[in-house]
């Protein structure tokens, strides 16, 4: 069994690297902060000090970074030289298509494939493997890793085609998505307390019927009980750079998106507050604030 290479070991990084020591795969692991990664070490990880030390020629690595800059700084030429003719590089970070598009062309240059397959999944559903992955790239390089999504955190797999930013333009719609629903959420639940409703009925009403998706039940949950400044699952900071990056998608393909104009402003002001560890679902603090409300 070849060793796969795993680079970003941060809340999502760890359950999907912890789930593929558990299925019996080999890791060489790399994260920038080593002491996040010592975990994995019990299972039988090699934790490396370096991105290169992760890769073995003509393998398959993984990486999860927080951003397009983290991960260019990583894929350089170095990088797809030490994974060589047939290597395989999947990309599991929300980025820009665009970064997307140009990895893969520059990674054709020197004979290895660039697959997007970015996660749709908080940790806890990592860890459960109940998450959702979408992919896009070639299909050398999609029927790679495949089994490896399944064994890491994917319940359910999304075959976008060939061209590589096509996932990551759906990663940033889901988050969109994600992001209107916590707004919609929250002047709703807002709406409710102000007209003396009890918001707790409101809510279990709402997300055991019309709305019983896990978005609505879980983030729903957190807005009912201001659960926005525990442990981060997704920090806010997190939150924004991907609405900036589905506002940068909308401007270039000429697609008004008002709602999405709008939950970019509310995580801009949590982050003006200091806020920016928080978890985005803090973006509803907006609707609750000018509602007079705490």
Do not use: C
């Amino acid at each position: 069994m070849k060793t796969i290479g795993f680079i970003g070991i941060g809340n999502l990084g760890l359950p999907i690297a912890t789930n593929l020591l558990k299925a019996g795969h080999h890791l060489k692991v790399y994260n920038r902060t080593r002491d996040k990664a010592l975990p994995l070490e019990a299972l039988g990880a090699e934790i490396v000090d370096s991105p290169l030390a992760a890769i073995e020629k003509g393998g398959i690595v993984f990486t999860l970074v927080s951003d397009d800059a983290a991960l260019k700084e990583i894929a350089n030429d170095a990088f797809v030289a030490a994974l060589g003719q047939g290597g395989v590089h999947a990309s599991l970070s929300t980025i820009s298509p665009e970064t997307a598009n140009t990895l893969a062309d520059h990674h054709k240059h020197h004979g290895v494939t660039y697959v997007g397959a970015p996660v749709f999944a908080r940790p806890e559903a990592a860890a459960a493997k109940v998450g959702n992955a979408v992919i896009s790239g070639h299909t050398y390089g999609k029927e790679r890793i495949r089994h490896l999504l399944t064994d890491g955190f994917a319940k359910n797999i999304f075959d976008l085609g060939e061209k590589a930013g096509s996932a990551n333009v759906l990663k940033l719609i889901g988050n969109f998505m994600i992001a209107a629903s916590m707004e919609m959420m929250a002047e709703s639940f807002v709406l409710a307390e102000k007209n003396g409703l009890d918001v707790k009925v409101v809510y279990e009403m709402l997300t055991t019927t019309m709305f019983s998706g896990p978005i609505f039940r879980n983030y729903g949950g957190m807005i009912l009980n201001r659960e926005f400044s525990s442990e981060a699952a997704f920090k806010a900071s997190l939150g924004l750079k991907d609405i900036d990056l589905v506002l940068e998608v909308a401007r270039t393909s000429y697609t008004p998106m008002p709602m999405a104009n709008l939950v970019h402003q509310r995580l801009l002001t949590v982050l003006s507050k200091g806020r920016r560890d928080d978890d985005w679902v803090a973006l509803a603090t907006g609707a609750i604030n000018d509602a007079g409300l705490k």
